[in-house]
């Protein structure tokens, strides 16, 4: 399959009309459409997936409502009118596919799909396909189960990851996906279409054989089983549905509360936020009574000079007391020392008794003592009162009342600041969450618990019920083989067609098997090589796949590598659709949106060397920051056969330039 | 985009086939292959099924005449 053309008009970003021609010659298969984000990049890839399937996805795979679709300048303008168009060439054939959304009669402004109607044309070399046999032409070159392969979009590599988790649902999802796109619902069909005229032969066989004399006890049996299995079969078409809508709720369940993750968060944020100001405020009441109890106190530091030069001045006083006191001291001690030296008359140094004119001195000396001592005089309590005095002005003097103040005035400044900063963000805050109700969203939490229980409940149901089928399936074959030996049942068309579809079945069976151990075989092989091919590590021996295809790095010693970066999940995804459109069938177009956000520029030129020979067409759809600049371009220009760039001219107008 | 569709399927369904049913003729495995490739994506079952039915029938009304 080869595109060739694609038009649109008023398409989302798309107001009027845009076209894209698609490469067409073999060696230069590359077309590149530059884009920033938000300018219509998926788009593009949305244009392509509504004109073949009539649906586009917005972000997380969402489908986008119809109404949503119409360029909304253009509706607003009065356009009444959506067109996308794609002309290509399959299985030799030139097909033309349009598809068209008209507003419907008395709607002004679309506001829900219902207001628009959808009309769908198809031709094949010039002759028109009637539109009841349009989906069955498009599945026979680009079915939809298989389309996430070849209409890609980078938001869905990460999903690859889960195909590594043992029993994930998402990963047993994509893993249908792939077998899929690999052609085995070819024999997972077929084993279940047998199957079903197995048990309508049986039911047959049942009827048969009580017509048969001697077999008439096996055969109410062999139809009592029939009817059990039918039964058990009908529950569990039943339970299956009930797990269906439980599992369907609970994932919708999970998306809802991913969306109010946020808010959660936000949340948590406000309420912390709230204990911060009421701390704050408290903190500011202390701060308040603390200035106004220092305020009471300024006085002291306008006194205080004055009191500084009242306390030197009593200090200096009690010194020269202290002073006055250590001379009287000295002179007592000596007039002690001179009485004791008069009273015995022996030289208190050589002992010698003393002469009478040395003593008439020493006398003369303890009057002249006692007369200093008696004119130093002793004022105790002066010198109490100035102590006391003292101890007063210090517990006055040295506060800094105005300092502390200062403080205290610094602190609420700040912590006004803080508050008003606070409140704020809580304002902020409640804003944000303001439409969400909080309670609500914990009762979705229970909620989505009950419904996990439920799921679990039925999932051991469906168990339990596919048991009794087998069982069943037994005893209906153990009673066949026991009126085997009959050569009426033998040769009753029941028995004979029954017989057939066993082996029918049993073949499918095991192909189903084989083909999928061929099938993980022949995709390791080809991811692999593609990894080689694009990673930048050479010492890698290459990738290893699981039963559900998902695929691990090897080292150089064929271990497995279980850490990996962004940027090599990134190469692996990539080596596994280079690996599948290898393995399951020839390349056609790719279309990649935003395929290379994690890679580094070593690898990013290596894919970029690689991926224009894994398909016969490749169509990109990146940023500036995803191909930059000459260098990235350098390694496809010679593959290179296109080259666009989207210009906004307003944020709901976008327009595709010719590079 | 899919142009043709190499057939490791019905390579593993007539390998299968040699071992679990050797009498049934080749033509027949390849006939309800193809009906069942052709359906693959089919959203429902019902001409898949009537499609197998008929060559089963057929092959059983053959399988009969060629005993009597």
Redesign the interface.
Same mark, same amino acid.
């Given at each position: 399959?080869k595109l060739k053309r694609l038009s649109m008009h008023n398409f989302m970003p798309y107001k009027g009309d845009a076209v894209l021609e698609f490469p067409q010659d073999e060696s230069r298969n590359t077309l590149i459409v530059f884009g920033d984000n938000m300018r219509g990049k998926t788009s593009l890839l949305n244009a392509i997936r509504w004109t073949f399937y009539e649906y586009a996805y917005g972000r997380h795979l969402r489908q986008i409502p119809l109404h949503l679709l119409p360029n909304r300048e253009a509706v607003n303008e009065g356009a009444r009118v959506m067109e996308t168009r794609i002309e290509f060439e399959?299985?030799g054939s030139q097909y033309d596919l349009r598809r068209v959304a008209t507003m419907k009669n008395l709607v002004a402004k679309p506001e829900r799909p219902e207001d628009i109607q959808v009309d769908t044309y198809m031709q094949k070399d010039g002759a028109a396909i009637p539109g009841n046999e349009i989906d069955?032409e498009i599945?026979? +070159?680009?079915?939809?189960?298989?389309s996430r392969f +070849?209409l890609f979009d980078g938001e869905l590599l990460q999903e690859y990851e889960e195909l590594l988790i043992e029993g994930s649902e998402q990963g047993k999802e994509i893993k249908k996906e792939i077998e899929?796109v690999? =052609?085995?619902?070819?024999?997972t069909? =077929?084993r279940?279409?047998?199957k079903? &005229?197995l048990k309508q032969a049986q039911k047959q066989q049942s009827i048969d054989a009580g017509k048969i004399k001697g077999l008439e006890g096996a055969a109410e049996r062999h139809q009592q089983w029939v009817a059990k299995r039918e039964s058990f079969e009908n529950d569990l078409v039943k339970l299956q549905s009930l797990l269906d809508n439980a599992r369907n709720s609970r994932l919708t369940l999970d998306d809802e509360l991913e969306k109010v993750e946020k808010i959660y968060s936000q949340k948590s944020k406000l309420d912390s936020s709230r204990s911060r100001g009421k701390e704050i405020e408290e903190e500011i009441k202390q701060k308040t009574s603390l200035r106004q109890q220092l305020v009471g106190q300024t006085w002291r530091d306008l006194l205080e000079p004055r009191l500084i030069l009242k306390r030197e001045s009593l200090l200096q006083e009690q010194q020269r007391f202290n002073d006055l006191n250590k001379e009287r001291n000295r002179i007592q001690l000596r007039i002690e020392q001179t009485m004791q030296y008069l009273a015995n008359l022996i030289c208190p140094t050589c002992s010698q008794s003393l002469e009478a004119s040395k003593r008439e001195a020493k006398e003369m000396e303890l009057e002249q003592l006692k007369f200093q001592l008696h004119g130093l005089g002793a004022d105790d309590s002066r010198l109490t009162d100035i102590a006391l005095q003292i101890r007063a002005l210090n517990k006055v003097i040295g506060h800094g009342v105005g300092d502390r103040l200062s403080d205290v005035d610094k602190d609420l400044a700040r912590f006004e600041f803080d508050l008003s900063k606070i409140e704020n963000q809580i304002e902020e805050l409640q804003e944000e969450i303001k439409e969400f109700d909080t309670d609500a969203i914990m009762k979705m939490r229970s909620r989505r618990d009950g419904v996990l229980k439920d799921e679990a409940r039925l999932n051991a149901d469906v168990d339990d019920r596919k048991s009794k089928i087998d069982d069943a399936d037994k005893e209906i074959r153990i009673l066949s083989q026991r009126m085997q030996p009959d050569e009426s049942y033998r040769g009753a068309?029941g028995t004979?067609?029954a017989d057939?579809?066993e082996? %029918?079945y049993? #073949? +499918? #069976?095991? @192909? &189903?098997e *084989? %083909?999928r151990e061929?099938?993980r075989q @022949?995709v390791e092989t080809q991811a692999s090589k593609a990894f080689k091919a694009m990673s930048t590590q050479t010492a890698y021996q290459g990738l290893r796949i699981n039963d559900n295809y998902g695929l691990t790095i090897l080292d150089q010693n064929g271990s497995e590598v279980l850490l990996r970066s962004a940027g090599a999940e990134q190469i692996v995804a990539l080596s596994l659709i280079a690996g599948l459109s290898h393995a $399951? *069938?020839?390349a $056609?177009?790719v279309v990649m949106d935003t395929p290379f956000g994690r890679l580094d520029t070593k690898h990013r030129k290596n894919i970029l060397g690689y991926l224009p020979n894994s398909a016969s067409q490749l169509i990109l759809f990146v940023h500036d920051g995803e191909i930059r600049g000459s260098d990235d371009l350098n390694v496809l220009a010679h593959r290179i056969g296109g080259q666009y760039e989207i210009k906004e001219i307003s944020p709901t107008h976008s327009v595709l330039v010719q590079r | 985009m899919i142009d043709t569709i190499k057939d490791m399927a019905l390579e593993a369904l007539l390998d299968a086939a040699r071992e679990e049913a050797p009498d049934l003729p080749t033509e027949l495995i390849k006939a309800i292959y193809q009906v069942e490739k052709i359906h693959q994506f089919s959203p429902e079952d019902k001409a898949a099924i009537d499609a197998l039915q008929k060559l089963i029938d057929e092959e059983l009304s053959n399988f009969q005449r060629g005993n009597q």
């Open positions: 399959m399959a299985n069955a599945n026979q +070159f680009a079915p939809e189960q298989v +070849f899929k690999l =052609g085995v619902p070819a024999l069909n =077929g279940d279409h047998i079903t &005229i068309r004979q067609m057939m579809c082996k %029918l049993a #073949s +499918f #069976s095991l @192909s &189903i *084989r %083909l061929a099938l @022949s $399951g *069938r020839p $056609g177009p | -």
